[in-house]
């Protein structure tokens, strides 16, 4: 009794956070605040609502799969176990929780809030809620004192607030809105490093940007292996182009940056861990060495749980060549997984097809696409109305952030380089995965860190742009 005491006061304390990160938001703008509070208003009551309904089996357990967990979120069941066993074996146990899993930074953060606030799915929505709140916090902050960025702001607020599949996702014990917060988290790290050294920023600005970008690549590294590994080479692209458009400081600026960017390189392998490849691994660390056979764990996660790591020959090579490798072996992982919603195209299709029927799958609806020839997309439960609905939200984001970039390309375009990595990290997480993911539920999720990209370039090509008024970044 006494646990459950102490655990209902910490919800109590969860939620005064909570209504003070809102609070802090709507003072910067009011109807900021307004859009937040439907954001989180609508996911708690959503949240509730499908916890009880399947807590209280009031629901056919072809659509749930008991205990909070819907049929959506097969991986939730694995990450609510390790989270809740961690749980009980007290805060030690909270210590590696998520080693060997595909999303250890997740779990852990999961285990914590079992301990916390008890080993319920419930509390996935409320990890979610505070990423939620945090993104959007980050993105008001970005807009602060920048008056002709409140648009760019609000912008991504309600496509981030209200685009379907990320509401859904945020409702179970799933990593996405994790996710999706650290790479907001990331964009505004490197605003503030961007300023801190054109504007002559104390340094704090500068340690905080560090601090930032190193625990960014350290959650999505945690989460994403592959994520982490777009962001540090987007990172390096950063950094560069921070250099070379800096009038200012250029010595002590190259000197910090390449100590970044080494301790960055050193986050990733050793956060990544075994589920880097091992030639990978050797060709980050050894770039200009020579190429030598080795053995490399392969581990592929399927849309409904883990799977084995699969060993495979390869050689470490180049990074570029390693990573197409990698990519090739994932699809296969991929195709022998199968699943209700796979993506079959037509005839024997080449490379050059395979990445088109992933580009097509995630830009046209179902409704479509099943009037084509080119490809078939099974199952969907009847849901595939919800789908298009996010296909055309997924749509009309991206068309509005790239017609606003455009129209301040001439400010914001090489001396942005924090605009470089917000899109280059769109591009190297999304080319390869609209080749690699062979099913539509699975390209459905990854398909919101595109999203969530996309939506915050336009703000970033706002505050990013030289000669921008003084302002707080705090």
């Given at each position: 009794?006494?646990?459950?005491?102490?655990?209902?006061?910490?919800?109590?304390?969860?939620?005064?956070?909570?209504?003070?990160?809102?609070?802090?938001?709507?003072?910067?703008?009011?109807?900021?605040g307004?859009?937040?509070?439907?954001?989180?208003?609508?996911?708690?009551?959503?949240?509730?609502?499908?916890?009880?309904?399947?807590?209280?089996?009031?629901?056919?357990?072809?659509?749930?799969?008991?205990?909070?967990?819907?049929?959506?979120?097969?991986?939730?069941?694995?990450?609510?176990?390790?989270?809740?066993?961690?749980?009980r074996?007290?805060?030690l146990?909270?210590?590696?929780?998520?080693?060997?899993?595909?999303?250890?930074?997740?779990?852990?953060?999961?285990?914590?809030?079992?301990?916390?606030?008890?080993?319920?799915?419930?509390?996935?929505?409320?990890?979610?809620?505070?990423?939620?709140?945090?993104?959007?916090?980050?993105?008001?902050?970005c807009?602060?004192?920048?008056?002709?960025?409140?648009?760019?702001?609000?912008?991504?607020?309600?496509?981030?607030?209200?685009?379907?599949?990320g509401?859904?996702?945020?409702?179970?014990?799933?990593?996405?809105?994790?996710?999706?917060?650290?790479?907001?988290?990331?964009?505004?790290?490197?605003?503030?490093?961007?300023?801190?050294?054109?504007?002559?920023?104390?340094?704090?600005?500068?340690?905080?940007?560090?601090?930032?970008?190193?625990?960014?690549?350290?959650?999505?590294?945690?989460?994403?292996?592959?994520?982490?590994?777009?962001?540090?080479?987007?990172?390096?692209?950063?950094?560069?182009?921070?250099?070379?458009?800096?009038?200012?400081?250029?010595?002590?600026?190259?000197?910090?940056?390449?100590?970044?960017?080494?301790?960055?390189?050193?986050?990733?392998?050793?956060?990544?861990?075994?589920?880097?490849?091992?030639?990978?691994?050797?060709?980050?660390l050894?770039?200009?060495?020579?190429?030598?056979?080795?053995?490399?764990?392969?581990?592929?996660?399927?849309?409904?749980?883990?799977?084995?790591?699969?060993?495979?020959?390869?050689?470490?090579?180049?990074?570029?060549?390693?990573?197409?490798?990698?990519?090739?072996?994932?699809?296969?992982?991929?195709?022998?997984?199968?699943?209700?919603?796979?993506?079959?195209?037509?005839?024997?299709?080449?490379?050059?097809?395979?990445?088109?029927?992933?580009?097509?799958?995630?830009?046209?609806?179902?409704?479509?696409?099943?009037?084509?020839s080119?490809?078939?997309?099974?199952?969907?439960?009847?849901?595939f109305?919800?789908?298009?609905?996010?296909?055309?939200?997924?749509?009309?984001?991206?068309?509005?952030s790239?017609?606003?970039?455009?129209?301040?390309w001439?400010?914001?375009?090489?001396s942005?380089?924090?605009?470089?990595l917000?899109?280059?990290?769109?591009?190297?997480?999304?080319?390869?995965?609209?080749?690699?993911?062979?099913?539509?539920?699975?390209?459905?999720?990854?398909?919101?860190?595109?999203?969530?990209?996309?939506?915050?370039?336009?703000?970033?090509?706002?505050?990013?742009?030289?000669?921008?008024?003084?302002?707080?970044?705090?």
């Amino acid at each position: 009794m006494t646990r459950v005491l102490i655990q209902l006061f910490f919800v109590l304390l969860a939620g005064v956070a909570l209504f003070a990160m809102w609070r802090r938001v709507a003072r910067m703008d009011r109807f900021f605040g307004l859009v937040v509070g439907l954001g989180i208003m609508g996911r708690a009551l959503l949240g509730q609502v499908l916890f009880w309904l399947s807590w209280l089996e009031l629901v056919p357990r072809r659509f749930h799969l008991g205990g909070g967990i819907w049929f959506f979120a097969l991986d939730a069941q694995h990450y609510m176990a390790t989270a809740v066993q961690a749980a009980r074996n007290g805060p030690l146990g909270l210590l590696g929780s998520g080693q060997g899993s595909t999303a250890a930074t997740y779990v852990e953060l999961l285990s914590s809030f079992a301990w916390l606030f008890g080993g319920v799915a419930s509390i996935g929505l409320l990890l979610n809620l505070f990423c939620y709140v945090g993104t959007c916090l980050v993105i008001a902050q970005c807009s602060k004192g920048t008056p002709e960025a409140r648009p760019a702001a609000l912008f991504f607020l309600v496509a981030f607030s209200f685009y379907p599949t990320g509401v859904l996702w945020s409702l179970q014990p799933l990593k996405d809105t994790l996710s999706h917060f650290l790479l907001v988290a990331l964009a505004g790290s490197a605003l503030l490093w961007q300023r801190a050294w054109r504007r002559e920023g104390s340094l704090s600005w500068i340690v905080w940007a560090c601090l930032g970008i190193l625990l960014s690549l350290y959650g999505t590294t945690g989460t994403r292996w592959y994520l982490g590994l777009a962001i540090l080479c987007s990172v390096g692209v950063f950094l560069f182009l921070v250099l070379v458009t800096t009038k200012t400081r250029r010595l002590a600026l190259l000197g910090v940056s390449a100590g970044l960017f080494l301790v960055l390189t050193r986050v990733f392998l050793v956060t990544g861990g075994e589920m880097v490849p091992q030639a990978l691994k050797l060709a980050i660390l050894r770039p200009t060495a020579p190429a030598e056979p080795v053995r490399v764990s392969v581990a592929v996660s399927p849309p409904g749980g883990h799977q084995p790591a699969v060993q495979r020959p390869s050689n470490a090579g180049s990074l570029a060549t390693e990573m197409v490798s990698f990519v090739e072996r994932t699809r296969s992982g991929f195709a022998r997984t199968g699943g209700t919603t796979e993506i079959q195209l037509a005839g024997n299709p080449s490379p050059v097809r395979r990445w088109i029927g992933g580009l097509i799958a995630t830009i046209l609806p179902h409704a479509v696409i099943e009037h084509l020839s080119f490809m078939t997309i099974g199952g969907g439960r009847g849901l595939f109305w919800f789908a298009d609905l996010d296909t055309v939200v997924f749509d009309v984001v991206v068309f509005l952030s790239i017609f606003l970039i455009l129209r301040r390309w001439r400010v914001a375009s090489l001396s942005n380089a924090a605009l470089w990595l917000v899109l280059l990290t769109a591009i190297f997480v999304a080319v390869p995965l609209l080749y690699a993911i062979t099913n539509f539920g699975t390209l459905l999720r990854f398909r919101g860190m595109i999203l969530v990209l996309f939506a915050m370039a336009p703000l970033v090509s706002y505050r990013g742009a030289p000669r921008l008024p003084s302002s707080d970044p705090q």
